[in-house]
C-alpha cells in the first residue's frame, strides 16, 4: 500500500498551471504536517512548500513564493498544490510527504511518509 499519491503532473508551457495533489489511504492527513519537493536530474530533492496541520498556515521557497499555494481539502482528505506563472526550472519531480510533529520544517530528513512522485515538466 502507498501511503501518499500524487496526481496532477504533466507537460506545460512557460507561463501555464498545474494543480498537484496528494491524496492518503488509511491515514488522515490533517493530523498531518504536509510538505511538497521537488528534484530536478542531478540535484537534490528540495523543500517547495509546506502547510501546517492546525491553522492551514503555510511556508513556501523564495523561488516559488507568489506562485505557488498550498491548500488542503479535509473532507476529501487530499492536499494540493496550485502552480501559476511556471518556469523552466520549476520541471521536476514532485513529492509530497507528511510529517508529524508541531513546527513546519523544510528539510528531507523532518518528514517520515512519501509519495512516489509526479512529473511537472515546463517547457520554454
Known amino acids: 500500500q502507498v501511503p501518499l499519491v500524487e496526481s496532477g503532473g504533466g507537460l506545460v508551457q512557460a507561463g501555464g498551471s498545474l494543480r498537484l495533489s496528494c491524496a492518503a489511504s488509511g491515514r488522515t492527513l490533517r493530523n498531518y504536517i504536509m510538505g511538497w519537493f521537488r528534484q530536478a536530474p542531478g540535484t537534490e530533492r528540495e523543500f517547495v512548500a509546506a502547510i501546517d496541520s492546525s491553522d492551514g498556515n503555510t511556508k513556501y521557497s523564495d523561488s516559488v513564493k507568489g506562485r505557488f499555494t498550498s491548500s488542503r481539502d479535509n473532507a476529501k482528505n487530499t492536499v494540493s498544490l496550485q502552480m501559476n506563472r511556471l518556469k523552466p526550472e520549476d520541471t521536476g519531480v514532485y513529492y509530497c510527504?507528511?510529517?508529524?510533529?508541531?513546527?513546519?520544517?523544510?528539510?528531507?530528513?523532518?518528514?517520515?511518509?512519501w509519495g512516489q512522485g509526479t512529473q511537472v515538466t515546463v517547457s520554454s
Open positions: 510527504a507528511a510529517r508529524t510533529g508541531v513546527f513546519v520544517r523544510t528539510s528531507v530528513t523532518d518528514y517520515d511518509v
